[in-house]
């Protein structure tokens, strides 16, 4: 099991954030090994280490959550994770596909700082190229109101809000059909294997096709016209 370092603790902290971020179910220690890829019995030391630190609360078989000092720890570390990834993205040149394991390594080196003055030259960006929201210094957190396009009945319109970064492969696959943040689109019918979208342009001949499967389908969050 690795050692309880602050770095572990703030891993830990942000995986159990980001699971109820966009959804409600409860994070189980048996949901948050599977995210870290680690051992289940490791995860559940390191959770009472957590509950020691006054930063989790947990029951036996019961969820996992944070407690008002865990939120602001895990929203602090967030903070940094996502300024990082857009400051890949949109200053260096970085594809949004690539960024996620290099702002693992560089959100545990910055100083506040540092921290503060590349949020100032990214002009207090309020989301990271995901989509996901950025807490702003203080902690507030701006997330759109999005839906998962997945289920979405035909004739359905929205706008791209978020993009779950969770596989690479689906954010490349994305990227090349087009479908980004921003991007309006409608459903045209469920297919077998996902679901048949419309594009829908800035003007006249703008619009095209597209099918995307299930996994793709499965990323896409929308704020509905």
């Known amino acids: 099991m690795p050692p309880a370092t602050p770095t572990v603790f703030e891993d830990y902290l942000k995986a159990i954030y980001a699971h109820t971020e966009w959804q409600d179910r409860p994070m189980t220690s048996g949901a948050l090994a599977a995210r870290l890829g680690l051992a289940a019995s490791s995860v559940t030391e390191m959770v009472k280490k957590l509950v020691a630190a006054g930063l989790v609360a947990h029951e036996p078989y019961g969820a996992v959550e944070l407690t008002a000092a865990g939120r602001d720890a895990a929203l602090a570390i967030v903070r940094r994770h996502r300024l990082v990834e857009t400051w890949l993205v949109t200053d260096l040149g970085f594809g949004w596909d690539e960024v996620h394991d290099e702002a693992e390594v560089l959100e545990h080196a910055l100083s506040d700082r540092l921290l503060d003055a590349l949020d100032a030259r990214l002009g207090r960006p309020t989301r990271d190229p995901h989509g996901d929201p950025i807490p702003a210094a203080d902690g507030r957190v701006r997330r759109p109101a ?68 299930i996994d793709a389908i499965a990323a896409l969050r929308v704020v509905l016209d």
């Not at 978020?162 to 459903?187: F, T, Y």
């Open 146 to 213: 999005a839906v998962p396009l997945a289920g979405a009945p035909a004739g359905v319109l929205g706008v791209v809000a978020r993009v779950s970064d969770r596989d690479p492969l689906v954010l490349r696959h994305l990227a090349a059909e087009g479908i980004g943040l921003d991007v309006r689109l409608e459903v045209l019918a469920e297919t077998p294997s996902g679901m048949r979208l419309r594009l829908v342009g800035a003007g006249p001949g703008d619009d095209r096709e597209v099918e995307l499967a």
